[in-house]
């Protein structure tokens, strides 16, 4: 069964303290993995695509790393404003539906 | 561009009454979907659909129908509410299925908060 853990639940970061996500998945035949990034009251945003192991991309303090059992979302930094809740999400063995992860909720501190 | 929009915002319905949530791109997506958010659940599909007159199950089907008459609305009907359908519901819609390139990037709208009684 395709499945996607995330971890940790929560984590609470000092601005400036940077750490990272942790997105486990177990699909057979990985064809695509994604992050999102979803603030409270409001729909899920895109921020990557990764579609093979090895493969990295960032955006601002942003950075998604890809190996064939888990993706990490690390963040270099932090500010106030990264403070939301960071969803993962694989398509499954199909490759036309996206199964997703329960979130890591991120809270930054000034 | 308005992007997805959803409505309504907000929503509190009795155990059995029926109602429709809106949701409309305007971008020209062919690839519509339904999702509900519960805690600790993650988002869970609820139907799809890959083009006007197309549609299909997803996850959790039970207790919703939907319909595609354009590429631009896909709304969800609830049939006879129940307390187990209060959830945060959000439509999402993208060029195409399956999302092979970035160019089929999913757009979500800024959901429906719904509380069944």
């Known amino acids: 069964e395709d499945q996607v853990t995330q971890s940790p639940e929560a984590l609470r970061l000092q601005e400036g303290e940077s750490s990272s996500l942790n997105c486990s998945y177990t699909?057979?035949?990985?064809?695509?993995l994604f992050w999102y990034r979803q603030d409270p009251g409001k729909g899920p945003e895109f921020l990557f695509t990764?579609?093979?192991a090895g493969e990295e991309k960032e955006k601002e303090r942003l950075k998604a790393t890809l190996t064939k059992k888990e993706s990490f979302l690390h963040i270099t930094a932090p500010k106030p404003e990264d403070s939301a809740t960071y969803l993962c999400a694989v398509l499954d063995n199909q490759g036309g539906k996206l199964i997703f992860g329960q979130g890591t909720e991120l809270s930054v501190k000034p | 561009n308005a992007g997805v929009t959803q409505t309504p915002k907000f929503q509190v319905l009795k155990t059995g009454q029926s109602m429709t949530l809106q949701c409309a791109q305007d971008m020209n997506h062919e690839y519509m979907s339904w999702y509900r958010q519960d805690p600790g659940m993650g988002l869970r599909l609820i139907h799809y659909?890959?083009?006007?007159?197309?549609?299909d199950q997803g996850e959790v089907p039970n207790g919703y129908n939907v319909s595609r008459s354009t590429t631009e609305d896909f709304p969800l009907r609830l049939l006879s509410a129940a307390p187990s359908q209060t959830s945060v519901y959000f439509c999402?819609?993208?060029?195409?299925?399956?999302?092979?390139?970035?160019?089929?990037?999913?757009?979500f709208g800024p959901g429906t908060r719904l509380t069944v009684l």
């Open positions: 659909s890959v083009g006007a007159g197309i549609t």
């Open positions: 699909v057979s035949g990985l064809r695509g």
């Open positions: 990764l579609y093979s």
């Open positions: 999402a819609s993208s060029h195409r299925q399956p999302f092979y390139t970035s160019f089929d990037t999913q757009y």
